[in-house]
């Protein structure tokens, strides 16, 4: 079982950036491949998002490619998402999740735990 809290959602305007954090705890949560997905009002669930458990090789949805960064601290059992040139189409609720099967690596899905979400609202 990996319990996993995020943080660090707000309001920011069109053009900034803003960070937000997943702590995950829980049996040998380091080992587990690690995402971020975000679901808008309306909308079904993207994939963001996601980073290695050892390497820290990462994965992006084209839509963020180049303005948003994923990265762990194995350290802290936590992953960030730094965002950066925000959009109003970015405002969604950010949620993380954790799976230990590689086929969620190849596939973008389905990941077997999910934090609650923080919500990040980016104003024109």
């Known amino acids: 079982q990996v319990q996993l809290v995020e943080s660090g959602g707000g309001l920011v305007q069109a053009g900034g950036s803003l960070r937000i954090s997943c702590a995950a705890s829980g049996r040998a949560a380091s080992n587990y491949y690690l995402a971020w997905f975000r679901q808008s009002l309306g909308k079904e669930r993207e994939f963001v998002a996601a980073i290695s458990y050892t390497e820290g090789v990462a994965d992006y949805a084209d839509s963020v490619r180049g303005r948003f960064t994923i990265s762990r601290d194995n350290s802290k059992n936590t992953i960030y998402l730094q965002m950066n040139s925000l959009q109003p189409d970015d405002t969604a609720v950010y949620s993380c999740?954790?799976?230990?099967?590689?086929?969620?690596?190849?596939?973008?899905?389905?990941?077997?735990?999910w934090g609650q979400g923080t919500q990040v609202t980016v104003s024109p």
């Open positions: 999740a954790a799976d230990d099967r590689p086929i969620v690596w190849l596939r973008r899905s389905p990941y077997t735990y």
